[in-house]
């Protein structure tokens, strides 16, 4: 019972909080779970579903979506370059024949984390109000990264992660590697290099 009150009591918090930052921006819901498509790196179709995207009085569109976490890890995602979802939708709205006269630096990219109720947005979110903006591009390390195995796969080669890349995504991009906890693809994984080794 006290954990259904707990949860309830959290919803409430983050639907005040989130009303509270439209109000302040006098943000209009355009639409919630909108399906977007589009194409990547050497034309890769991709598609997503975004959570929320919001009409601004300036005419700029916000692209929102929610997490049910607290802004402190996606914050240090973010300022590494290494959060690729939601740049991903931005790309993505700008190719749909709905927003094709809205230039890309009109779109605003944003976080909603729930549990501390704070809203994270890239650079282009200074100057709204109820918001913490991170200082440069979001998602290019990430993309970066995508873009360099997606050229490599092209070429018919597949790399393979080394033991201690878990480690390395998550201490300095902020990223938990879920997928390399898994026995059938650490079973994959490339010894690294000992201090030995590289002397030989």
């Not at 997503?48 to 700029?60: E, H, Q």
């Not at 590494?80 to 605003?108: C, K, N, S």
């Not at 913490?132 to 790399?159: F, K, M």
Request: glycine share 8%.
């Amino acid at each position: 019972m006290s954990e259904r009150a707990n949860l309830a009591r959290e919803a409430l918090d983050a639907a005040l909080t989130w009303g509270r930052f439209l109000t302040d921006n006098g943000a209009q819901i355009h639409r919630v779970e909108t399906t977007l498509s589009g194409v990547y790196h050497l034309n890769v179709p991709i598609h997503g579903r975004a959570d929320c995207l919001l009409d601004l009085p300036d005419g700029r569109v916000m692209v929102v979506d929610h997490k049910r976490s607290s802004s402190s890890s996606r914050r240090k995602r973010m300022e590494a370059g290494a959060d690729l979802q939601v740049d991903i939708y931005r790309r993505m709205i700008a190719t749909t024949p709905e927003f094709i006269d809205l230039a890309p630096d009109r779109i605003i990219t944003a976080y909603h984390c729930t549990l501390d109720g704070r809203v994270l947005t890239g650079p282009e979110g200074r100057g709204l109000r109820s918001v913490s903006a991170v200082t440069g591009q979001i998602g290019s390390t990430a993309d970066q990264i995508v873009s360099e195995r997606i050229r490599t796969l092209s070429t018919g080669r597949l790399p393979l992660n080394r033991a201690s890349d878990g480690e390395m995504f998550e201490k300095e991009l902020g990223v938990k590697a879920y997928a390399l906890e898994n026995p059938l693809v650490t079973a994959f994984l490339i010894p690294d290099t000992s201090p030995e080794d590289a002397d030989v």
